[in-house]
């Protein structure tokens, strides 16, 4: 497994984690099988509506529980209960990474960066991120905080999707943080368009690599970057994992970015 530091935190999380959207209890041999082949970063929401079941699958594990508050929860009082609830649900008594779902214009950034910093201060998460964060509301956000760091930004990045090459992902590398890549393999799109999946498949072919392996290591191989695929097939969750392990040539990598 290749690993990123988490923000400016000195912490090591695996550049492949692992996406819970629309997972249940189907899910949760998938999930116990990531952790254990270290792609321990799991993620959630309160609005996924399936942190117990996520609870339940990483219990006496070493999971780090990324979960998010929603963007209707952002008022003050509204995130403390909100995490409350989520660490309850979960079965933990801290959360890992506590992130804004989404950005809400409607209350100030301000408040809700206040609550976060409490919730640091109780011991209730141990860093704060974002999701869904456009540059400047980053920026906005970043300069909201009065003690710690935003260490994360979680925002859709794929292969087919990758408007942050532009702006996005060049400033998160150079305020060290950590893009955390949702959708990465575009909810099983790549396999299906068909430009991108000839290209995926003829350096799958090279590579001896499968195509969702090539997709993903193209996202984190140049740092920075952990990505976190959905998959409910164990044999998918492996493979998932192993696409760490190995790296695309420059000229390849560029083939990826000038063709698609
Ligand atoms: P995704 O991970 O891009 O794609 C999931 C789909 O790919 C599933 O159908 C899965 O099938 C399939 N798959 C996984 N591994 C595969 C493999 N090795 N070979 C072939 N197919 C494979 O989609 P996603 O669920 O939208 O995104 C991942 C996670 O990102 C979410 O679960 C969630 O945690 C997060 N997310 C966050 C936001 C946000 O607003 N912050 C929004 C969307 C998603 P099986 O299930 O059958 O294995």
Redesign the pocket.
């Known amino acids: 497994m290749k690993y990123v530091e988490l923000g400016k935190t000195g912490e090591k999380v695996p550049a492949i984690g692992?996406?819970?959207?629309?997972?249940g209890n189907e899910?949760i041999d998938?999930i116990k099988r990531s952790i254990e082949l270290g792609a321990n970063l799991i993620?959630?929401?309160e609005m996924?509506g399936n942190e117990a079941i996520v609870g339940r699958a990483i219990k006496g594990t070493n999971a780090f529980i990324a979960t998010?508050v929603s963007p209707h929860h952002l008022h003050y009082e509204d995130v403390i209960k909100a995490c409350n609830r989520s660490m309850q649900l979960l079965g933990i008594k801290q959360i890992d990474l506590y992130?804004i779902?989404?950005p809400n214009p409607a209350i100030p950034i301000k408040e809700t960066m206040k609550a976060m910093e409490k919730l640091v201060d109780d011991g209730k998460i141990r860093y704060i991120g974002v999701?869904?964060f456009s540059l400047n509301e980053l920026k906005e956000a970043q300069s909201a905080m009065s003690k710690y760091d935003i260490v994360s930004n979680?925002?859709?990045y794929?292969i087919m999707v990758r408007g942050i090459e532009d702006d996005l992902l060049p400033f998160c590398r150079k305020e060290n943080i950590t893009v955390?890549?949702?959708?990465?393999?575009?909810?099983?799109?790549?396999?299906k368009e068909k430009k991108v999946y000839e290209l995926l498949n003829e350096l799958a072919s090279k590579y001896g690599k499968?195509?969702?392996?090539i997709s993903?290591n193209y996202l984190i191989a140049e740092g920075g970057v952990v990505a976190?695929?959905?998959?409910?097939?164990i044999?998918?969750?492996e493979?998932?994992v192993g696409?760490a392990d190995f790296t695309i040539s420059k000229e390849d990598m560029m083939k990826i970015r000038h063709f698609l």
């Open positions: 692992f996406g819970t959207w629309k997972l899910g998938a993620d959630t929401a996924y998010k992130q779902h989404w999701s869904n979680q925002v859709e794929n955390i890549a949702y959708s990465p393999l575009a909810r099983g799109e790549i396999f499968s195509i969702a392996q993903l976190i695929p959905k998959a409910s097939i044999k998918h969750v493979e998932n696409a």
